[in-house]
């Protein structure tokens, strides 16, 4: 019965994601994959889960993230390392690309792990970032009606807070990125076919906030922050 489950599983994948192997969960990896540049030579993956998004990605991969029963299942998929998304064990500039994917409504210091995802970075190294999107209409629903949201079970599943586009760029811009482009996943609760066609159209409103920023140079932060205090 298991095997029949996922085939069915795998058929109507592969029917609603063009590359289903990159995002084998949710929409939000297919958002993340319309972001990702098209070279790079080492990638980290914060947050990385049990590897599946991972697997399809080019380069040199290294997944980070503090369960270590799904580590476990990452190591046929990348290089693992069991450590907190605010505090990385990497040398600085050794990565062209960080993917952020649905990490940073758990953590209770976003700004440090961003501020760690910019120090990893090589110059110009870029950062794929995708959370949920707190001005989202069902998230909207949600949040009226809290008592109804099944409870999470483990500790580093609880979202510690909830973010819109606004904010995440000005958190990205004060860590010292810009972003390039934007992206969405879903507007729900449409089916598929037409939420992602209703999300590109209404980014606003879309399931998920999807960026990729780029790793600004430090003369250019340290301008940035002059021209702020002097305005």
């Avoid at 590897?51 to 290294?62: A, D, M, S, Y």
């Amino acid at each position: 019965m298991k095997r029949l489950r996922k085939w069915i599983e795998d058929r109507i994948r592969s029917r609603l994601f063009p590359y289903a192997s990159l995002f084998p969960y949710f929409p939000h990896h297919y958002a993340a994959y319309k972001l990702l540049p098209t070279r790079c030579s080492r990638v980290l993956d914060v947050g990385c889960g049990d590897g599946r998004w991972i697997t399809g990605l080019p380069g040199e991969k290294v997944g980070l993230d503090v369960d270590k029963h799904e580590l476990a299942r990452a190591k046929s998929a990348c290089d693992v390392v069991l450590a907190s998304a605010q505090h990385f064990p990497f040398r600085s500039e050794v990565f062209d690309l960080v993917t952020f994917l649905e990490v940073i409504e758990h953590l209770d210091n976003p700004a440090q792990a961003l501020g760690e995802v910019n120090r990893v970075l090589k110059e110009q190294g870029r950062l794929v970032l995708t959370t949920p999107n707190l001005h989202e209409p069902v998230q909207i629903l949600f949040n009226l009606f809290p008592s109804k949201i099944k409870p999470r079970t483990k500790p580093f599943e609880i979202h510690r807070g909830g973010w819109d586009f606004l904010t995440m760029r000005d958190l990205l811009l004060y860590k010292g990125f810009r972003i390039e482009k934007r992206g969405a996943s879903v507007l729900r609760p449409f089916p598929w076919s037409v939420g992602k066609i209703f999300a590109n159209i209404f980014p606003a409103l879309s399931y998920h906030i999807a960026v990729r920023a780029r790793k600004e140079p430090s003369k250019n932060l340290e301008a940035s922050h002059v021209i702020g205090c002097g305005g």
